[in-house]
Structure formats: structure tokens, C-alpha cells
């Protein structure tokens, strides 16, 4: 197994990496004269393409030390210690940087690129996989620009991005492009089938709701409540008859958003909350009295532990705008006679129950509904007013 098996339906990224992996190790190991690095990369491609997949087996690859390269074995076998400490998310010279905050900022930008313009420490290079570098505020992609466009000679950047305009141009002009694709639904299912050992029918239920979403199809495969959650929003269509069906369904839509948030926060908050108090002096146990000037420590962690909430609220919401989204795409198709292809086949006489009653304009103006919410999600529109006036838009024909 190497580290490209996880990298799935995107031959010509695994091609691209590996041929720039055995370049960078003739670099290392031999001054590779006449080779050329790239320090910086900018991998995009639709959510579930496997962007930071790609970006971690690349980083694997740079980072392997199997004995079998000097026998002409490509880097990346996926079992030395290089590869495996990469994998696994331990290694001493990959930070992998995913914010489960609503953006990255200057500050933590700073940090990453002082820890860049070090050495290796054991490994062959100092390498940053940032993969969630569409969320970088505009103060901190430009300090992140001055590393990118300059970078020590054994330093790596990798970023990812579900576009190439969610890069400033200023930085994507400065990396080596890698465009993924979304895989085939063929694809998701084998590899759910292969390495998660997901019943093969039940695996391509999945890929072919997800529509090729890797992530996505595996949280479904592997968690029932998800499941559970899914088939409720797919049902949200039949529901929205009256105005208020339309308002009962936005605030459960948004309340399930909440509970998740929620869950999130139950399983960590505390944990975090008790470890500062700890670390700052303050005896185990809540009851405790707080040292003198640590309040403002104490309530920079609330606000950050409230954003991660916020965070979270939105990306539940997202993936039941998805969802929907995807659940108009398959009445549009049976409107045009090819209801075949539909991906949501649980739901089946509902999609075909809406085609008949509605016409193709219909449905696109139903799908730009669902999008504007997304974008109104963007915009910190409140939850509950954006999914309120969502609902009613796909009730109105």
C-alpha cells in the first residue's frame, strides 16, 4: 500500500506528485543537479475531491526514507517511518494546519511562517499543508505571500482550496497548480469497499448520494444518525405545502444544526476550559478561584470555542443545503426524462411526485433558492431568518 491509495480517481494528480516527489528526493540525496523544487502548491477542486488527501500523500512522499529508492523504487511506499509518521499526522517537520474556526488570521499565519523559515529537524523537509487556505483573512494571505514568494530552500508549502480564486492572485501566481476532480461514484464505492470494509451495496448507496463526495459517503456508511439526519432533510420538500410547514421546517432544519454544534462543544469545551484553568495555576475541579489576570485568557478561549460553535452550525447547515440542492437537481432530471439517473433513489416517488407537479423552471429556481441561502449563510445572515425565507421560496412554484 502506498501513500497514493487513499488519493482517489485523480490519476493525473498522482502522476504529477509522484514524478515531483522523485525529483525532490534526487534533490536530497544526490544535489540533484539541474532539478528544481517547487516550495509552493495550490491544490484545488470541488468539496470531496480529496484536496488534502493529495496534499498529505505528497507530503508522505517528500518525507519517505525507504531503503528501496536506491534500488529505483518511487518515493511514497506508505510503510517507512517517513511516510507512516506523515500519515499519521506526527511527523516533526509537517505541521498540517485546519482551522475549525470561520477564518485563519494574521496571528497564527505569523506563527506558521517563523516555523517555515526553520531546518528540518530529522526529516528531508520543512513542509506546511494548510488546508483550509480559502479561509485565510486578507491580512493574513498577505504575510503568508512574503514565505510563499520567498521560501527557505528545504521549506514546502502545500495549500488547498475549493478554487483557484480563493487564492489572491498575488499567491496563486507563486504555486504549481493541481486542479482535482470529483471522483466517480465507481470510485468512492471501491475504496469504502477496499480499505473501510463497508458492504459493497450499502457503499454504493452512498457514493451515489454523495455524488463522489469521499468524505461524505464514509461519515454515511459508517454513521446511522447521519444517515438519519439526511433522510429527514430529504423529506423537507414534501413538507413545505403551506407557510407553516415552511416555518416548522427552517427551525427544525436549524435546531438539528444546533444540536450538532452542541454535541461538538459537550465533547470538547469543557475539556479545554479545565486544561487552561490547570495551566493557569487554578486547582483541578470548577469550583476553584482563578488567579489574578487570567480572566483575559479564560475569555479569549470562550470566544474562540464560541466561533468554533458558529463554525460548525454553518457546516451542518451546509451539508443539508447540499443535500437539498442535490434533491431539486434529481426533479430536474426526471422533468427531462432521464429519471434513471437519479441519486437519491430513497426518496424516489417523492422527486417523481414533485416532476409532475411542477415544470423544469421550476426546479432551477428552487436550486438558486438553496444557493442564495448559502450565500446568505456567508454573510452571517441569521440561521433561522435565511432557511425561513429559503423554505418559503420552495413552496412558491
Same mark, same amino acid.
Given at each position: 500500500?502506498?501513500?497514493?491509495?487513499?488519493?482517489?480517481?485523480?490519476?493525473?494528480?498522482?502522476?504529477?506528485? %509522484?514524478?515531483?516527489?522523485?525529483?525532490? @528526493?534526487?534533490?536530497?540525496?544526490?544535489?540533484?543537479?539541474?532539478?528544481?523544487? *517547487?516550495?509552493?502548491?495550490? $491544490?484545488?477542486?470541488?468539496?470531496?475531491? !480529496?484536496?488534502?488527501?493529495?496534499?498529505?500523500?505528497?507530503?508522505?512522499?517528500?518525507?519517505?526514507? %525507504?531503503? /528501496?529508492?536506491?534500488?529505483?523504487?518511487?518515493?511514497?511506499?506508505? $510503510?517507512?517511518?517517513?511516510?507512516? *509518521?506523515?500519515?499519521?499526522?506526527?511527523? #516533526?517537520?509537517?505541521?498540517?494546519?485546519?482551522?475549525?474556526?470561520?477564518?485563519?488570521?494574521?496571528?497564527?499565519?505569523?506563527?506558521?511562517?517563523?516555523?517555515? %523559515?526553520?531546518?528540518?529537524?530529522?526529516?528531508?523537509?520543512?513542509?506546511?499543508?494548510?488546508?483550509?487556505?480559502?479561509?485565510?483573512?486578507?491580512?493574513? #494571505?498577505?504575510?503568508?505571500?512574503?514565505?510563499?514568494?520567498?521560501?527557505?530552500?528545504?521549506?514546502?508549502?502545500?495549500?488547498?482550496?475549493?478554487?483557484?480564486?480563493?487564492?489572491?492572485?498575488?499567491?496563486?501566481?507563486?504555486?504549481?497548480?493541481?486542479?482535482?476532480?470529483?471522483?466517480? @461514484?465507481?470510485?468512492?464505492?471501491?475504496?469504502?469497499?477496499?480499505?473501510?470494509?463497508?458492504?459493497?451495496?450499502?457503499?454504493?448507496?452512498?457514493?451515489? #448520494?454523495?455524488?463522489?463526495?469521499?468524505?461524505?459517503?464514509?461519515?454515511?456508511?459508517?454513521?446511522?444518525?447521519?444517515?438519519?439526519?439526511?433522510?429527514?432533510?430529504?423529506?423537507?420538500?414534501?413538507?413545505?405545502?403551506?407557510?407553516?410547514?415552511?416555518?416548522?421546517?427552517?427551525?427544525?432544519?436549524?435546531?438539528?444544526?444546533?444540536? @450538532?454544534?452542541?454535541?461538538?462543544?459537550?465533547?470538547?469545551?469543557?475539556?479545554?476550559?479545565?486544561?487552561?484553568?490547570?495551566?493557569?495555576?487554578?486547582?483541578?475541579?470548577?469550583?476553584?478561584?482563578?488567579?489574578?489576570?487570567?480572566?483575559?485568557?479564560?475569555?479569549?478561549?470562550?470566544? &474562540?470555542?464560541? &466561533?468554533?460553535?458558529?463554525? *460548525?452550525?454553518?457546516?451542518?447547515?451546509?451539508?443539508?443545503?447540499?443535500?437539498? #440542492?442535490? $434533491?431539486?437537481?434529481?426533479?430536474? *432530471?426526471?422533468?427531462?426524462?432521464?429519471?434513471?439517473?437519479?441519486?437519491?433513489?430513497?426518496?424516489?416517488? !417523492?422527486?417523481?411526485?414533485?416532476?409532475?407537479?411542477?415544470?423544469?423552471?421550476?426546479?432551477?429556481?428552487?436550486?438558486?433558492?438553496?444557493?442564495?441561502?448559502? /450565500?446568505?449563510?456567508? &454573510?452571517?445572515?441569521?440561521?433561522?431568518?435565511?432557511?425561513?425565507?429559503?423554505?418559503?421560496?420552495?413552496?412558491?412554484?
Amino acid at each position: 500500500m502506498t501513500v497514493w491509495d487513499d488519493v482517489v480517481g485523480q490519476t493525473h494528480v498522482v502522476a504529477e506528485l %509522484s514524478a515531483a516527489a522523485a525529483d525532490a @528526493d534526487a534533490l536530497v540525496t544526490s544535489g540533484g543537479a539541474g532539478l528544481r523544487m *517547487t516550495h509552493a502548491w495550490l $491544490f484545488t477542486g470541488p468539496p470531496g475531491s !480529496g484536496r488534502s488527501t493529495a496534499a498529505r500523500a505528497f507530503a508522505a512522499a517528500l518525507q519517505c526514507v %525507504s531503503p /528501496d529508492r536506491a534500488l529505483g523504487a518511487a518515493p511514497g511506499c506508505g $510503510f517507512c517511518e517517513g511516510c507512516h *509518521t506523515t500519515l499519521i499526522g506526527t511527523h #516533526a517537520d509537517v505541521e498540517f494546519v485546519r482551522t475549525d474556526l470561520l477564518s485563519i488570521g494574521v496571528k497564527d499565519t505569523r506563527d506558521l511562517v517563523r516555523r517555515a %523559515s526553520l531546518s528540518p529537524a530529522v526529516g528531508r523537509w520543512q513542509v506546511i499543508v494548510l488546508e483550509d487556505a480559502d479561509r485565510l483573512t486578507e491580512g493574513a #494571505a498577505n504575510v503568508l505571500l512574503k514565505a510563499v514568494e520567498e521560501p527557505a530552500p528545504r521549506t514546502v508549502w502545500l495549500l488547498c482550496t475549493p478554487s483557484v480564486e480563493d487564492a489572491l492572485p498575488t499567491i496563486r501566481s507563486r504555486c504549481r497548480l493541481l486542479s482535482l476532480r470529483t471522483p466517480s @461514484d465507481e470510485a468512492v464505492a471501491d475504496v469504502l469497499t477496499r480499505r473501510d470494509g463497508i458492504d459493497p451495496a450499502l457503499a454504493a448507496e452512498v457514493a451515489r #448520494a454523495t455524488q463522489g463526495h469521499i468524505g461524505r459517503a464514509r461519515r454515511l456508511a459508517t454513521d446511522e444518525s447521519a444517515r438519519e439526519r439526511r433522510a429527514a432533510v430529504l423529506r423537507l420538500p414534501m413538507r413545505v405545502t403551506d407557510v407553516g410547514g415552511c416555518l416548522r421546517a427552517a427551525q427544525e432544519l436549524v435546531d438539528a444544526a444546533a444540536e @450538532d454544534a452542541k454535541a461538538v462543544a459537550e465533547g470538547t469545551d469543557a475539556k479545554e476550559t479545565e486544561e487552561l484553568r490547570v495551566a493557569l495555576g487554578a486547582a483541578a475541579g470548577g469550583g476553584s478561584r482563578m488567579p489574578r489576570g487570567t480572566a483575559g485568557a479564560m475569555k479569549e478561549l470562550a470566544d &474562540r470555542q464560541k &466561533r468554533r460553535s458558529t463554525r *460548525t452550525q454553518r457546516d451542518s447547515l451546509d451539508l443539508a443545503l447540499t443535500d437539498l #440542492a442535490a $434533491f431539486y437537481r434529481d426533479v430536474l *432530471t426526471v422533468q427531462f426524462g432521464k429519471g434513471e439517473r437519479i441519486a437519491n433513489t430513497e426518496v424516489a416517488e !417523492g422527486i417523481r411526485q414533485i416532476a409532475a407537479t411542477s415544470r423544469p423552471e421550476h426546479s432551477l429556481r428552487r436550486i438558486e433558492a438553496v444557493l442564495a441561502c448559502r /450565500d446568505a449563510l456567508d &454573510r452571517n445572515v441569521a440561521p433561522l431568518l435565511a432557511v425561513e425565507a429559503l423554505t418559503l421560496a420552495l413552496r412558491t412554484p
